[in-house]
């Protein structure tokens, strides 16, 4: 490493910024003359997160970044990498870029540094389409996520947002669920725009809903990301959740020719009236109090509007999938039930809770005035 090359490169730089960037380059300058590389690290974090910085990250970070690189923080290293990398050409160059930045952070003191980097590669490779590669890559930074005890949120936020990516274009839709809610926990959601709140709101909600390992979206429903549907053009997808969180019928007719607007929704549109289905009957065991939870399949089709030939295949999907247990009498035609998956409830749905342990509450003294009847002295004594 030349000193005075450096020196002059970083006079040349600081000709060439725009004037409101001159100052920044002089501090640069004034750190590396006296090289204290933690301050100057945060200097250039400070200047490439100035937009105006951007034509000069790449040669900034080629021709005097990479010249101390081992000094610095690792992380804040590949973090400036990766804005540096935005400045490349197309994402053969990105690839490549990211591919000798990920290699020079492979050490063992440095394996955090070395997983952002991957992960920024494969999500390079998600785009160019080499989705086994992407894969390859993600595996590998799962397992060395897994042997820490603790990481910086950055990290797992970009390994959950790639890895949702992926799962995304592999329409593997419960996987793509879990993880882009899991990236969400990870980050400030004030840091991303109206748009990208909707986009992610709007895929995660299409997800929920044609997943077929997902049959309880609370977690979804409850999250203030899911807000940013509150609008003329994607309310109707909120309402469609609402809907199928309370096995409500009646609001999935209502609803249910918008189903058009989404492509995949309306790819699985038969299967959207098998999951309502399940929806309705599991609401209509849930209203019903424990005691009372012998339904005969003529209840059953009432309840859900299914044919009644096809009843007991409902409710056999409804016990594989774990939400019901109990057992069927193929012969009476009944299903016994004994426990309900838990789910969200809205506002109508906790009136009913209320209503149900009052009638808990007056069963309890009735029995308690009866026993008490009954038992007279016996009790007394």
């Known amino acids: 490493m030349d000193p005075e090359a450096v020196a002059n490169f970083l006079s040349e730089q600081r000709e060439n910024a725009p004037e409101d960037l001159q100052q920044s380059f002089l501090t640069i300058e004034d750190y590396?003359?006296?090289k204290l590389w933690h301050q100057l690290t945060d200097v250039l974090v400070e200047y490439f997160n100035t937009p105006d910085s951007a034509s000069q990250r790449l040669p900034l970070f080629r021709r005097f970044i990479l010249s101390f690189?081992?000094?610095?923080?690792?992380?804040?290293?590949?973090?400036?990498?990766l804005q540096a990398a935005t400045q490349c050409s197309d994402d053969q160059e990105r690839l490549s870029f990211l591919t000798d930045l990920t290699n020079k952070v492979n050490k063992p003191a440095?394996?955090?540094?070395?997983?952002?980097?991957?992960?920024?590669?494969?999500?390079?490779?998600?785009?160019l389409l080499d989705l086994a590669g992407a894969r390859k890559d993600l595996d590998t930074a799962e397992s060395i996520l897994d042997s820490f005890d603790s990481v910086e949120t950055e990290v797992h936020a970009s390994f959950y947002r790639t890895n949702a990516g992926y799962y995304q274009a592999k329409a593997e839709f419960g996987s793509y669920y879990k993880n882009a809610l899991l990236y969400l926990a990870c980050i400030?959601?004030?840091?991303?725009?109206?748009?990208d709140a909707q986009s992610r709101a709007y895929d995660l909600s299409i997800a929920a809903l044609i997943s077929d390992s997902i049959y309880n979206f609370g977690e979804l429903l409850l999250h203030?990301?899911?807000?940013?549907?509150?609008?003329?053009?994607?309310?109707?997808?909120?309402?469609?959740l609402f809907a199928f969180n309370r096995g409500d019928l009646n609001a999935y007719n209502v609803l249910e020719d918008n189903i058009s607007k989404a492509p995949l929704l309306d790819e699985h549109k038969t299967f959207l009236w098998q999951k309502i289905s399940l929806a309705a009957l599991t609401e209509a065991v849930f209203r019903r109090p424990p005691h009372?939870?012998?339904?005969?399949?003529?209840?059953?089709?009432?309840?859900?509007?299914?044919?009644?030939?096809?009843?007991?295949?409902?409710?056999?999907?409804?016990?594989?999938?774990?939400?019901?247990?109990g057992s069927i009498d193929q012969v009476a035609e009944?299903?016994?039930i004994n426990w309900v998956q838990p789910k969200v409830l809205d506002m109508k749905q906790i009136d009913n809770m209320r209503l149900r342990l009052k009638d808990w509450d007056s069963s309890v003294n009735q029995l308690g005035n009866w026993i008490e009847g009954v038992g007279k002295d016996v009790w007394a004594a």
């Open 292 to 325: 009372d939870r012998a339904m005969t399949f003529q209840t059953v089709s009432q309840e859900t509007k299914v044919q009644p030939h096809e009843i007991e295949i409902l409710i056999m999907k409804a016990l594989s999938l774990g939400l019901l247990k």
């Open 224 to 240: 203030p990301i899911l807000d940013s549907l509150n609008t003329p053009e994607h309310s109707w997808l909120r309402d469609l």
């Open 334 to 336: 009944v299903a016994r």
């Open 188 to 195: 400030d959601l004030k840091t991303l725009t109206l748009e």
């Open 32 to 34: 590396w003359d006296r």
């Open 69 to 81: 690189s081992e000094k610095i923080n690792q992380l804040k290293f590949v973090s400036l990498g």
């Open 110 to 127: 440095s394996q955090d540094a070395y997983v952002y980097a991957l992960v920024a590669a494969s999500d390079v490779k998600l785009r």
